[in-house]
């Protein structure tokens, strides 16, 4: 049986329910096809289970894509104001938690359960549990499923990234965009914890849950935020956001600097003539900026070879940049994203419809187009998603 609509959304999480809202609100006949037995599963466990939904700060620098400037026009044209307007609609209670990352008060569900009902008051139709087998393109886009087949001038595909298979992440969305042939750019897992050698982490490693506010950079980039060890190397925020920058396969593996005391001047006790210069001294001043057990670690596999003014300055240097080059990545089971994706050069800015397919579009994490942490990943998902809904 076939069933025919104006717009079939493939994928029903953060994007494809925003663009299937707008799309509805329009009067347009939209259907969203999901997969799963339910919708928006991603959104029930991100933010720590209460959805971290958008952020105040929300600018394009927040944003890693092949074309800087492509993310500009949707975010600017469906802003954080826009959906927290549709938060305070809802009634949802929220709060600031740091850095304008707005988390809800109670639970994720709050904002599925409000997605849900938008749907439903823009007329919109769910099907779950369908596994896409073909696309095709007659006169209309044609989706087959197990046991239905669905047509419609328009198709926008929101199946996400590669980031936690386990619940069902798939590389539907590129294959589909290959199939149309669009271009890709190869995907990569972002704001994911980072792997250390066998070496670092004999050194390290055994300091798991030891934390720091630290600043992590690399490629240009850098954040200050929280560094946390665990048993395999680093990860906590300021590391999650730097690994999004972080690829193995450059032509050499490259390290990450890691300022361990930020805006500090550890061996400034130094200049004082009556100092004694000996490692109780370094080890006490670096104990007042560092975790005792990460302070005393680090020392002892960066002693100064002297006490001379150019060893305390070398090591004072080394503090502030820390070079260590991870083995890898925790990979897609533990990413938050996957960077990398659809080219955006081959969507149009405004309503991210393909130039070479009409009718074809590509909405959230799918496009490449990364957000920082805090809430920018979910922005880009609505701002792109009622970019495309509007577009109906
Ligand atoms: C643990 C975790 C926590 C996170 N926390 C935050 C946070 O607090 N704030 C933030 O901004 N970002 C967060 N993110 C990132 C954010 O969840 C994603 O960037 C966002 O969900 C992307 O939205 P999307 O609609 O593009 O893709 P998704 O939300 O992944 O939705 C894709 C949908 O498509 C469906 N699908 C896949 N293949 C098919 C197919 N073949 N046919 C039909 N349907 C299909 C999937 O089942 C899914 O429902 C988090 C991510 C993770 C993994």
């Not at 069933?3 to 347009?28: K, N, P, Q, T, W």
């Not at 704001?191 to 390290?204: F, G, I, M, N, R």
Request: hydrophobic share 40%; charged share 20%; glycine share 10%.
């Amino acid at each position: 049986m076939t069933h025919s609509f104006d717009a079939l959304i493939l994928g029903g999480g953060a994007a494809g329910l925003m663009c299937a809202v707008e799309g509805g609100r329009r009067g347009r006949r939209v259907a969203v096809l999901e997969r799963a037995d339910r919708l928006g599963k991603k959104i029930l466990i991100s933010g720590g289970g209460r959805c971290n939904f958008t952020n105040i700060h929300c600018r394009p620098e927040n944003f890693l894509s092949s074309n800087p400037h492509f993310a500009k026009s949707a975010l600017a044209r469906y802003t954080p104001a826009d959906f927290i307007a549709l938060v305070e609609k809802h009634g949802i209670p929220y709060h600031e938690k740091t850095l304008g990352q707005l988390f809800c008060d109670r639970s994720a569900r709050d904002i599925l359960g409000m997605l849900e009902a938008e749907c439903q008051d823009a007329g919109v139709s769910i099907v779950l549990n369908t596994k896409i087998q073909q696309v095709e393109r007659t006169t209309d886009f044609v989706v087959r499923a197990e046991n239905a087949e669905f047509r419609a001038p328009a198709l926008i595909v929101a199946t996400g990234g590669l980031s936690i298979p386990k619940i069902g992440a798939t590389s539907f969305g590129y294959d589909l965009a290959r199939q149309f042939g669009l271009a890709i750019r190869d995907p990569w897992p972002g704001l994911v914890p980072l792997t250390l050698s066998a070496e670092d982490c004999s050194h390290y490693c055994d300091l798991a849950g030891v934390s720091a506010e630290v600043i992590a950079s690399c490629d240009g980039q850098q954040f200050r935020e929280k560094m946390l060890i665990t048993h395999r190397g680093l990860s906590g925020p300021a590391i999650l956001q730097i690994s999004s920058y972080w690829k193995k396969y450059w032509k050499e593996p490259l390290p990450i600097l890691i300022d361990l005391a930020p805006g500090r001047d550890v061996t400034a006790v130094f200049r004082h003539p009556s100092t004694p210069r000996n490692s109780n001294t370094l080890r006490s001043e670096l104990r007042n900026v560092l975790p005792h057990r990460l302070s005393d670690r680090w020392l002892d596999t960066h002693a100064p070879p002297s006490w001379t003014n150019q060893a305390l300055a070398d090591l004072e240097k080394q503090v502030h940049g820390w070079a260590i080059t991870p083995a890898g990545t925790e990979g897609y089971e533990k990413a938050e994203v996957t960077a990398g994706g659809v080219d955006p050069d081959e969507l149009s800015a405004k309503t991210m419809e393909s130039r070479k397919v009409p009718g074809l579009f590509f909405i959230g994490e799918v496009v490449d187009v990364t957000g920082h942490l805090g809430g920018f990943n979910f922005q880009w998902a609505w701002a792109s998603g009622a970019a495309a809904g509007r577009a109906l």
